[in-house]
């Protein structure tokens, strides 16, 4: 794990000044999904009916782990919208600010703004923007109120949201809980947790896009947190029970 980290930065450092954007997200892929494998963890892509890709879009997705950005990179490259404090994070916190994370500082209203206005310009430059509207991870089987104001982007660029719901499963297919980052875990507990975990499946579900026009962001992040939710709540239930 630790050589696969030194060897993304190695590239990052090296190779990135000289790459394009498309040489980019190539490497950013392939590096991701090696990693994926090294944790153990397989991936299971879905897709529910009418849920075709669109492009331009704004990606979101509910939040459980640190391990979320590598999942939905093996799927495509992002840029991804992340809390500040990964950015002192061993290793991955710069290696995330490399590959193009935007950090932003809890609250903050001047800084939501400026975040903002580079994700209208980044959506409009062609770019995959993705973020967590939760704001900070939760258990499995839980999804938080999503915050509004970064969906203001999707409007202003006039692109729709592309929602995703993301969840880790073992080999019994139940919610796999050495996935969760939560409360006063810090980030090498919760690696040590995954690759203790005896192997998961990250199983990653496209949902149809949710149309912008007309939308005020109050609205759409409502819309997108009840689709996720949705889309999440057979398994959820069904964990419920089983424990009960």
């Given at each position: 794990?630790?050589?696969?980290?030194?060897?993304?930065?190695?590239?990052?450092?090296?190779?990135?000044?000289?790459?394009?954007?498309?040489?980019r997200?190539?490497?950013v892929?392939?590096?991701?999904?090696?990693?994926?494998?090294?944790?153990?963890?397989?991936m299971?892509?879905?897709?529910t009916q009418?849920?075709?890709p669109?492009?331009?879009?704004?990606?979101?997705?509910?939040?459980?782990?640190?391990?979320?950005?590598?999942?939905?990179?093996?799927l495509?490259?992002?840029?991804?919208?992340?809390?500040?404090?990964?950015?002192?994070?061993?290793l991955?916190?710069?290696?995330?600010?490399?590959?193009?994370?935007?950090?932003?500082?809890?609250?903050?209203?001047?800084?939501?703004?400026r975040?903002?206005e580079?994700?209208?310009?980044?959506?409009?430059?062609?770019?995959?923007?993705?973020?967590?509207?939760?704001?900070?991870?939760?258990?499995?089987?839980?999804?938080?109120?999503?915050?509004a104001?970064?969906?203001?982007?999707?409007?202003?660029a006039?692109?729709p949201v592309q929602?995703?719901?993301?969840?880790?499963?073992?080999?019994?297919?139940?919610?796999?809980?050495?996935?969760?980052?939560v409360?006063?875990?810090?980030?090498v507990?919760?690696?040590?947790?995954?690759?203790?975990?005896?192997?998961?499946?990250?199983?990653?579900?496209r949902?149809?896009?949710?149309?912008?026009?007309?939308?005020?962001?109050?609205?759409?992040?409502?819309?997108?947190?009840?689709?996720?939710?949705?889309?999440?709540?057979?398994?959820?239930?069904?964990?419920?029970?089983?424990?009960?």
């Amino acid at each position: 794990m630790v050589l696969h980290l030194l060897i993304g930065l190695g590239k990052v450092a090296l190779l990135f000044p000289f790459l394009g954007a498309a040489g980019r997200e190539q490497r950013v892929q392939r590096w991701s999904r090696q990693l994926v494998g090294i944790c153990g963890v397989r991936m299971r892509f879905d897709q529910t009916q009418q849920a075709a890709p669109v492009s331009p879009a704004l990606i979101i997705c509910n939040h459980i782990s640190w391990l979320d950005i590598f999942v939905i990179n093996t799927l495509h490259s992002c840029r991804f919208v992340a809390k500040s404090d990964i950015r002192s994070w061993p290793l991955i916190g710069w290696l995330c600010e490399h590959t193009g994370t935007i950090f932003i500082a809890r609250g903050r209203a001047r800084d939501v703004r400026r975040i903002y206005e580079g994700l209208v310009k980044s959506i409009h430059d062609g770019e995959r923007v993705a973020f967590f509207p939760e704001g900070t991870t939760a258990p499995q089987g839980t999804v938080l109120p999503f915050h509004a104001n970064l969906f203001e982007a999707a409007i202003e660029a006039e692109v729709p949201v592309q929602p995703y719901a993301i969840r880790y499963l073992d080999a019994d297919g139940q919610l796999h809980d050495a996935a969760d980052f939560v409360g006063d875990m810090n980030f090498v507990q919760s690696v040590i947790a995954i690759m203790n975990s005896g192997g998961m499946t990250a199983e990653l579900i496209r949902l149809p896009p949710i149309s912008t026009m007309g939308a005020h962001r109050r609205e759409l992040a409502q819309v997108a947190h009840d689709t996720i939710a949705g889309a999440l709540a057979p398994q959820s239930q069904l964990q419920q029970r089983k424990v009960g």
